[in-house]
């Protein structure tokens, strides 16, 4: 939009000048109106001849990308708009990396014909990552749209001050400080798991979306209770994140009707009238779609507004403690206090940071939780291996031992199980970024404003990474053939998972997300078997921020007793 703007008033002052140059030198050519009228339709046909070469000219024969391979039949106008729509997420760019002969980065045409880009290759991938990650911005559009949920934190920053913020924020998730948080993580795992069933009504008749894509309900009830397995993975991580990041339990595990968990359910639950609110926003005006009187954007406001000043009330909150309690200030070491204590952030700049980390902080896991049972209850004997190594080496959720970091981190199975998950469904399938001024990549230099398509979706399941079985569940990638585990999944380099990003704006949250993770599924999958209730072309990814399971993770959940 800036862009646009500056054209616009580019045009405008070229105009006026030619306006007042015909007047000068061919007075005989003045229309009625004087200047003012000339100057107009000066504006108009400049415009139009600068949408002209910008939209078809420039495109098809300056671009200096657009002889890069990149997919066929790519709408004249519209470009790739419409692929962004399709689902699950980015699905079009895995067939056209695994499919389009390329040597690390491709090309095609997005909206109005502005250049994209899609790095492929790991040395495409380490420039715009590694090497160069500041010549590139998220375009303002999605900042100013997901500014609203995520807030004016970490994510969203660009340029000196997410290199301020990282750096301030670093020390927080140092491995040492995630270790210490295990026993906490491996309590609320154990609280949901022995939650799940005692607050379900085993006699109450499942919704019909429970069955979805099926005739007919089944008519032989296996036991168990059939459950949004969803809503539970989201009130967990909820709380986790409150405990560890904010130094409060929210209590959402025993409190579904918590407010805060309401707002933040009713803002992520992908729907189909919040998806075409999303895409209007990013291809109109945002202030024009705003004005429209539509609940949708009453609705989205008023949780906006909730949810900062849920934020700002708890950090001034935090502060007047520490001022007030000495002994409190020295013991609290949840992350929030630390940036209190640190005295480097106001108070408005932390309550973005507080919204960044409710939001991310437990949104992302709760999602890739909810698909490590999806694709267990697809594959039963994994599902077993999983439980048996569990039982074997962890205490019952019901005997209240605490559990350490090792205990986890050495379950080979536990952990390739989580790491598969992670590659398969990362929970951002695609990142957009625009450069911001003329940049090198892969001897070429890119134009301002290209966007760069980064897709973790795609890149984690690409064959050139991952072989002709990149898209099947595999967790025997991660243990090596002595039976301990791996970091790569075989791949042969760094580059061929990007879930969490690389370079210095990866996630900051990447070990806490993985050992939060793998505790909540142990505790999970060691107390039940689960099975899928409806049809599996119903589970498809979706979501206006992550990629959660469209219309829910239903399951059924069914205790195995001997734990």
């Not at 949810?307 to 934020?311: I, R, T, V």
């Not at 502060?319 to 949840?334: C, G, H, I, V």
């Given at each position: ?7 616009t008033i ?18 005989q ?18 415009f139009?001849?600068?949408i ?14 657009r ?5 066929k ?46 790095p ?22 999605f ?13 969203l ?113 992908p ?35 909730y ?5 700002r ?28 204590k640190?005295?480097d ?8 940071q ?11 896991t709760?999602?890739t ?11 039963p ?16 959720p ?25 590659r ?9 970024r ?83 993770l ?46």
């Open positions: 939009m800036a862009r646009l703007r500056d054209h580019t045009i405008l002052l070229l105009s006026a000048l030619e306006g007042i140059l015909i007047l000068q030198l061919l007075p050519l003045r229309p009625t109106g004087g200047l003012g009228r000339l100057a107009f339709r000066l504006f108009l046909a400049n139009g001849l600068v002209l070469y910008q939209w078809m000219i420039w495109p098809f024969f300056f671009n200096p990308l002889k890069l391979p990149g997919p039949g790519i709408n004249l106008f519209l470009g790739s708009l419409f692929y962004q729509f399709e689902r699950p997420p980015a699905e079009h760019l895995r067939k056209i990396v695994n499919n389009v002969p390329n040597d690390g980065l491709l090309y095609m045409r997005g909206m109005f014909n502005q250049p994209t880009v899609i492929t290759g790991p040395e495409t991938l380490k420039t715009i990552l590694n090497d160069n990650p500041y010549d590139y911005q998220k375009p303002s559009k900042i100013t749209l997901l500014r609203r949920i995520l807030g004016d934190g970490l994510i920053v660009e340029g000196d001050v997410h290199r301020f913020q990282r750096k301030h924020l670093l020390p927080s998730f140092q491995v040492k400080h995630i270790r210490a948080l295990y026993p906490m993580f491996w309590a609320k795992s154990c609280e949901v798991a022995n939650s799940m069933l005692t607050e379900s009504d085993p006699g109450a008749a499942p919704p019909p979306e429970a069955f979805a894509g099926l005739s007919s309900p089944p008519e032989k009830n296996n036991g168990g209770v059939v459950l949004e397995f969803g809503q539970w993975c989201m009130r967990s991580t909820l709380d986790i994140i409150g405990i560890a990041g904010l130094g409060r339990d929210f209590d959402s595990l025993r409190n579904p009707d918590d407010e805060l968990q309401q707002r933040y359910h009713t803002v992520l639950e729907d189909k009238k919040k998806l075409f609110w999303f895409a209007l926003q990013l291809i109109f005006p945002q202030r024009l779609v705003s004005a429209i009187p539509w609940h949708i954007n009453t609705q989205i406001n008023e949780i906006q507004q949810l900062y000043n849920f934020a009330r708890l950090v001034e909150t935090r502060r007047e403690l520490f001022e007030k309690d000495k002994q409190a200030k020295e013991t609290m070491n949840d992350i929030i206090s630390l940036l209190v640190s005295g952030f106001s108070d408005d700049e932390l309550a973005h507080t919204l960044t980390m409710m939001s991310a902080g437990h949104e992302t709760s999602s939780l909810s698909w490590c049972c999806y694709l267990l209850a697809l594959n004997e994994i599902q077993k291996r999983v439980r048996d190594e569990v039982r074997a080496n962890l205490p019952s019901h005997s209240g031992d605490t559990i350490s970091a090792a205990q986890i981190d050495n379950l080979p199975v536990l952990n390739a199980v989580c790491n598969e998950t992670t398969l469904y990362p929970t951002v399938p695609v990142t957009i625009e450069a911001i001024k003329p940049t090198p990549l892969h001897g070429y230099t890119l134009p301002t404003g290209t966007v760069v398509l980064l897709s973790p979706w795609a890149i984690n399941r690409c064959e050139h990474f991952w072989g002709k079985d990149a898209s099947e569940f595999k967790p025997e990638r991660w243990i090596n053939p002595d039976g301990t585990g791996n970091n790569t999944g075989g791949a042969e380099t760094n580059y061929a998972l990007l879930t969490f990003l690389h370079g210095p704006r990866s996630c900051i949250g990447q070990g806490f997300a993985r050992s939060e793998k505790c909540l599924l142990a505790a999970v999958v060691g107390r039940y078997e689960f099975e899928l209730t409806k049809k599996r072309k119903t589970y498809f990814p979706a979501g206006l921020v992550t990629s959660k399971p469209d219309g829910g993770m239903w399951l059924r959940m069914k205790e195995v007793e001997g734990w």
